[in-house]
C-alpha cells in the first residue's frame, strides 16, 4: 500500500461523520479490537458483546491514528462522530468497494467455506495485489470491517459471508456486490433456526442477489438442492453458471480422486481443459473444496494450471484437518485436529479421514467427539448416526463431550468403548490417561463444544503433565 488507507477527509465523506479533536490524520488499517490494533489503525468503537467506547483511551494510547465513535466523549484525541458506529463502518466498506477496480469473490456454505476462502486467497495472493476476510470474518460486523479494509489498488478480493437466519446474508452481499458469488455446499447447518434444508438453501442462495452486473453464480452440481439453487441464480441478475463437482454437465468436473491418510490427488475438467490436482491435505472432502476454488478462480480470470500450483503448496490448517505429534513414554500418538467446527456432513468426512489412519505397533484409533449444535430436531438420531461409521472406521474408543453426545454413546455397539466427559478438560484427561504409542485421535466437535480446548492442552503439553504427575 503506497498511500493511506483512509484520510480523515476520505472517512468523513464516506461516513457523513463530523470530525472533533483533528482533521489531518491518516489511517494505515481499520481496527475493531485494541488488543491487535497498530499505531495508525483507525479504530471503530462498535457496541457488540462489549461497548467500544470503553476502549477509546485504550486506543489512543496504542497510537490509533481517530475513533469512529457515537458518543463524542468517549476519548480525547482525534474522533470522527457518528450517529450509529455499525452504520458508518458499513458507509465505510461501501466507500472502499466503490473507489476499487477489485474483482470480488463472495463465498457462503453450510460446510466449507473458510477453508475454500483461503484457498481462494492464496491463489489470489499469487496472482497479484489481492485482499481477504481474515479469521472467520463474515458476520454483520466482520464483512463491512473487511470491506473497510481493502487498499483501492486491490486486483482480487475475495470475502466469507455466514449466517444463522434468514436474510443475513441478503444483507452482507448487498454490501460486497460481489462479481463472482459461490456456495461450497448445503448440509444441516444452522437447522434448528431454518427449520428445513429447504429454507438452508435459500438463505446461502441469498448470496446471488447482490451479484453485480454480468455476475458469476456457482453452485455444487452434486448437491441434492442444486435444482432449487439454480432456480434462485434465474432469478438474480446473475449472467453465468458453473457447477462443479462429480455430475458430467459441471464446468469445474472431478473425474478422479485418490484420497490417502494425509493427502488427495486426481484430475478435474476445468470447461474442457484436463488437470492435474494434488493436495497436501487429508479428506475426502478436499476434491469438492478444490473444485470449488478452481471454479471461483477460473471465473475470475486465472489460469487453471495456476490454481493447481498454488493448491499444490497448500496445507491443512490448524482446527480443518492439520495433524501433529506429541511424544509419549516409548513413542509417539498422532492428533488430528478437525476440532473447528462440525456437521453431520463434515463429522462423516472426518470420521473417514480416521479410517485412512494406519495406528502404528498396538496403537489405536481414538476418536473424542464434541456434539454437534444447530442441528434442529433431528440432532439425536443424527448423533445416533455416527455410531455406524465410527465402527467402520475400526475406532476402538469415543469420549464424547455434551449432552447430545449421549445418543452415540447408547447406540456405540459393545466393540467400541464409549465415556461421556463431563468438560473439554475432563475430555483432556480421559484421553491422557489412555494414550499410547501408536495411537491415532481425531478431535472434532461444535464449537460450541469446547473440543478445541482439549487440541490446545495437548499442544501444551497435558499429556506429558497427567502420565509424569
Known amino acids: 500500500m503506497t498511500g493511506p488507507l483512509w484520510t480523515a477527509a476520505q472517512a468523513t465523506a464516506a461516513t457523513g461523520g463530523r470530525l472533533v479533536g483533528g482533521d489531518s490524520w491518516q489511517a494505515s488499517g481499520v481496527s475493531i479490537d485494541t488488543r491487535s490494533l497498530e499505531a495508525g489503525d483507525l479504530f471503530v468503537a462498535l457496541a457488540d458483546q462489549r461497548d467500544g467506547h470503553d476502549f477509546v483511551p485504550a486506543a489512543e494510547k496504542a497510537g490509533a491514528a481517530a475513533s469512529i465513535v457515537s458518543r463524542e466523549d468517549a476519548g480525547t484525541g482525534p474522533r470522527l462522530v457518528v450517529p450509529d458506529v455499525l452504520e458508518a463502518l458499513q458507509r465505510l466498506g461501501v466507500a472502499a468497494r466503490e473507489r476499487s477496480k477489485a474483482v470480488r469473490v463472495g463465498v457462503t456454505g453450510s460446510v466449507g467455506k473458510t477453508s475454500v476462502k483461503e484457498a481462494i486467497a492464496a491463489v489470489f495472493r499469487a496472482s497479484g495485489p489481492a485482499h481477504w476476510s481474515v479469521k472467520s470474518y463474515n458476520n454483520h460486523w466482520g464483512v463491512p470491517l473487511t470491506l473497510a479494509r481493502m487498499p483501492q489498488g486491490t486486483r482480487r478480493g475475495v470475502f466469507e459471508m455466514g449466517m444463522n437466519h434468514a436474510g443475513e446474508i441478503a444483507a452482507l452481499t448487498t454490501q460486497v456486490q460481489p462479481h463472482i458469488a459461490l456456495i461450497t455446499r448445503i448440509a444441516p447447518a444452522h437447522l434448528e433456526n431454518l427449520g428445513s434444508m429447504e429454507a438452508i438453501a435459500d438463505a446461502k442462495a441469498e448470496i446471488f442477489a447482490g451479484l453485480a452486473g454480468d455476475g458469476v453464480a456457482i453452485i455444487p452440481a452434486d448437491c441434492e438442492y442444486a435444482p432449487r439453487l439454480c432456480a434462485r441464480v434465474n432469478e438474480s441478475g446473475a449472467a453465468f453458471l458453473f457447477e462443479f463437482g462429480r455430475a458430467r454437465h459441471a464446468a469445474v468436473r472431478i473425474l478422479s480422486w485418490d484420497q490417502q491418510a494425509t493427502s488427495g490427488r486426481g484430475r478435474f475438467d476445468v470447461l474442457g481443459r484436463m488437470v492435474d490436482i494434488s493436495i497436501p491435505a487429508p479428506g475426502e472432502h478436499q476434491a469438492h473444496n478444490a473444485a470449488a476454488v478452481m471454479a471461483a478462480c477460473v471465473a475470475a480470470g486465472i489460469d487453471?494450471?495456476?490454481?493447481?500450483?498454488?493448491?499444490?503448496?497448500?496445507?491443512?490448517?490448524?482446527?480443518?484437518?492439520?495433524?501433529?505429534?506429541?511424544?509419549?513414554?516409548?513413542?509417539?500418538?498422532?492428533?488430528?485436529?478437525?476440532?473447528?467446527?462440525?456437521?453431520?456432513?463434515?463429522?462423516?468426512?472426518?470420521?473417514?479421514?480416521?479410517?485412512?489412519?494406519?495406528?502404528?505397533?498396538?496403537?489405536?484409533?481414538i476418536a473424542v467427539l464434541g456434539e454437534m449444535l444447530e442441528i434442529g430436531e433431528s440432532a439425536p438420531e443424527r448423533h445416533r448416526e455416527l455410531a455406524a461409521p465410527l465402527v467402520d472406521a475400526g475406532v476402538s474408543a469415543v469420549i464424547g463431550v455434551g449432552a447430545m453426545m449421549e445418543h452415540l454413546m447408547s447406540a456405540l455397539p459393545g466393540s467400541v468403548k464409549g465415556a461421556m466427559a463431563a468438560s473439554p478438560a475432563d475430555a483432556t484427561d480421559r484421553l491422557c490417561a489412555m494414550l499410547r504409542p501408536g495411537d491415532v485421535v481425531l478431535i472434532k466437535g461444535s464449537n460450541g463444544s469446547g473440543v478445541h480446548k482439549v487440541v490446545a492442552s495437548l499442544r501444551n503439553g497435558a499429556v506429558n503433565a497427567v502420565i509424569k504427575g
Open 304 to 365: 487453471s494450471a495456476q490454481v493447481a500450483d498454488v493448491l499444490a503448496g497448500m496445507e491443512a490448517q490448524a482446527g480443518r484437518g492439520a495433524s501433529f505429534m506429541i511424544e509419549l513414554d516409548g513413542g509417539s500418538a498422532r492428533i488430528i485436529d478437525d476440532s473447528y467446527n462440525a456437521n453431520p456432513v463434515s463429522m462423516a468426512s472426518a470420521i473417514a479421514t480416521l479410517a485412512r489412519h494406519s495406528p502404528d505397533g498396538k496403537g489405536r484409533r
